[in-house]
């Protein structure tokens, strides 16, 4: 499930450090800090893999 979570706020913008803040104040208001903290965790793995799941020679 964060596998997919995550790649959907990638798609949704979330990508810069202003953004990933205000994501993470978001999901730990909602979730707590070590949901927030793992979903960002699982963002920066599949940033590092999105030439994979998006398609194309992105590198």
């Given at each position: ?39 960002v ?8 893999h999105?030439n ?8």
């Open positions: 499930m964060h596998e997919c979570e995550a790649r959907d706020w990638l798609r949704r913008g979330y990508s810069t450090p202003d953004r990933i803040e205000e994501l993470t104040e978001l999901i730990a208001k909602r979730r707590g800090a070590g949901a927030a903290a793992e979903l965790a699982e963002m920066r793995r599949q940033w590092q999105r994979e799941w998006m398609g194309g020679n992105r590198g």
